[in-house]
């Protein structure tokens, strides 16, 4: 199974940072790659699909890159609802494998 | 309204069995693949299973396979996990989630527990 290396775990920021969130496969992906926002006690939301791809509602804070290995997600200007947990899942091959989580907190 | 509820989950004994349903509705449920997600009290995502369009296909984490069976009711537009065998590390909360058509997992339901203890 292909392994998601995801960093940090964590991370404080301020409101208005900007944040950088990154995801390394074990192997080469292409760009099937996902970026999700969960919040405690709630299901999960797509941000981002095709690594780069915003879904739609999505504020255009949120963007997505990289290719093959390398992913990030960047948050350009940190909003107070932004504070959650996130994900990246690469959707490449099965088993589908989600990276172990970042959770973003308030400095 | 576009959605997706699941039930089914509860208490049971290690060695049970319990089958999850997850209801579809707003949208043509039989045009989308359809996976299973869970997540243990306090840990991150996994990964269970998936199945296509028309149920001929299916996919599974090496923890469940052979334990875990994936299928689903186009006319009833209803997702279900049938979940054989269950060991204490299946204590998770379950959620069904749809592909969308441009990528990802696009629609997600609120979850449903599934607690296996003594």
Same mark, same amino acid.
């Given at each position: 199974?292909?392994q998601m290396?995801?960093?940090? !775990?964590s991370l404080s920021?301020s409101?208005g940072?900007? =944040?950088?969130i990154?995801?390394r496969?074990?192997?080469?992906i292409?760009?099937?790659?996902?970026?999700?926002?969960?919040?405690p006690g709630k299901?999960?939301?797509?941000l981002i699909?095709?690594a780069?791809?915003l879904?739609?509602? =999505?504020?255009?804070r949120?963007?997505g890159?990289? !290719?093959?290995?390398d992913?990030t997600? /960047?948050?350009?200007?940190?909003q107070p609802?932004?504070?959650?947990?996130?994900?990246?899942l690469?959707?490449?091959n099965y088993?589908?494998?989600?990276?172990?989580?970042t959770?973003?907190?308030i400095? | 309204?576009?959605?997706l509820v699941?039930?089914g989950?509860?208490?049971?004994?290690?060695g049970g069995?319990?089958?999850l349903?997850?209801?579809?509705?707003?949208?043509t449920?039989?045009?989308?693949?359809?996976?299973?997600v869970r997540?243990?009290?306090?840990?991150?995502?996994v990964?269970v299973?998936?199945?296509n369009s028309?149920?001929?296909?299916t996919?599974y984490a090496?923890?469940v396979k052979?334990?875990f069976?994936i299928?689903?009711d186009n006319?009833?537009?209803?997702?279900y996990l049938?979940m054989?065998s269950?060991r *204490?590390?299946d204590? *998770? =909360?379950?959620y069904?989630?749809?592909v969308g058509?441009?990528?990802g997992?696009?629609?997600?339901?609120?979850? /449903?527990?599934?607690?296996v203890? !003594?």
């Open positions: 199974a292909i290396t995801q960093s940090p !775990s920021a409101v940072d900007r =944040v950088t990154t995801c496969a074990s192997q080469g292409r760009n099937d790659l996902g970026w999700y926002q969960q919040k299901a999960p939301k797509l699909y095709a780069s791809s879904q739609s509602g =999505v504020p255009s949120f963007s890159s990289g !290719s093959g290995t992913f997600l /960047t948050i350009s200007s940190l609802e932004d504070f959650a947990t996130y994900y990246c690469q959707d490449y088993p589908h494998t989600f990276g172990q989580g959770k973003l907190e400095k | 309204e576009v959605q699941e039930s989950g509860g208490l049971v004994q290690p069995s319990l089958r349903s997850c209801a579809a509705s707003g949208f449920f039989s045009s989308y693949w359809m996976h299973w997540q243990a009290p306090g840990k991150g995502l990964w299973s998936r199945i028309d149920g001929s296909s996919s090496d923890s052979g334990r069976t299928s689903r006319a009833k537009n209803t997702l049938q054989n269950l *204490a590390e204590t *998770a =909360v379950y069904c989630a749809r058509h441009l990528g997992l696009d629609l997600w339901g609120r979850g /449903t527990l599934v607690t203890s !003594s």
